[in-house]
């Protein structure tokens, strides 16, 4: 198959189309006036007027937002000095250490759920949104320390040794010299873990308060009694505030490129 023959765009176009149909019918179907996905009973916005009526699904998000927030900001800090600390020590252990902090992302969600609970029930730590924080940064760490990694390997180290010979300081180097280098590093990794935080289920029921509900566990609560289409209105929201930060953050890169 050639790399730009009919095939292989036909070949991107199925993939395209498939990826995406199931989003347009989210988008559609947010404007249906019937209450059944299965139907279309004309366009209306009464889903939308439900959904800013819906406090318990906007508490929902409410919390999924802080706690995305928080534990993204949490997990930058803790993978970013994590990524610069070991690219800094040469021992023996250090390829052990490494594969010790990447073990959140090849541990199944459920054990890994399942050690959170047993460890916050040994510390006798009130089920809520403190454990639902410690446990999403755990797991969102070794997404930031990846990429942090991954941008330090293919740094140019002459300027961080300029800098010293020029007499900074360790931390001043840090700040004035490496972080600012690593920081795109630290800023994609940080959108994935906040995706990745939002979407997650599993984890966040076992270590899940009574008192506290978060997006994705309200959502899956409600596949027992029926989603509604107010669903599909809070998604095609989300997704176009996606968009729009996306268009926003690509506007403002072509704007400082011409400056």
Not at 34 to 60: C, D, H, I, P, T
Not at 171 to 200: E, H, N
Request: net charge positive; charged share 15%; with cysteine.
């Amino acid at each position: 198959m050639k790399k730009n023959g009919w095939l292989s765009k036909c070949y991107l176009g199925i993939l395209l189309f498939l990826m995406y149909l199931p989003i347009a019918f989210v988008i559609l179907y947010s404007f249906n006036d019937s209450k059944l996905a299965v139907s279309w009973r004309g366009y209306s916005l009464r889903w939308y007027a439900a959904l800013f009526q819906n406090e318990g699904m906007l508490e929902a998000l409410k919390n999924s937002l802080i706690l995305g927030i928080a534990s993204c900001f949490l997990a930058a800090l803790i993978g970013t000095l994590g990524a610069v600390g070991l690219s800094k020590v040469h021992l023996r252990s250090k390829g052990i250490l490494e594969y010790v902090a990447l073990l959140p992302l090849m541990i199944p969600e459920i054990i890994l759920g399942m050690v959170l609970l047993a460890f916050f029930s040994l510390l006798q730590l009130p089920m809520g949104m403190l454990t639902l924080l410690i446990a999403h940064t755990v797991f969102c760490v070794p997404y930031i320390l990846m990429e942090v990694k991954a941008r330090l390997a293919g740094m140019d180290k002459s300027l961080e040794e300029a800098a010293l010979d020029l007499g900074a300081t360790p931390v001043r180097t840090f700040f004035d010299i490496t972080l600012p280098l690593i920081m795109p590093a630290v800023a994609s990794g940080a959108l994935l873990a906040f995706a990745m935080s939002m979407d997650d289920v599993v984890i966040s029921v076992f270590v899940n308060g009574p008192r506290t509900n978060t997006l994705p566990i309200k959502v899956y609560t409600q596949l027992k009694t029926g989603v509604t289409p107010e669903i599909n209105a809070l998604c095609t929201l989300m997704l176009a505030i996606t968009l729009l930060v996306l268009l926003i953050y690509t506007l403002v890169k072509k704007i400082l490129k011409k400056a």
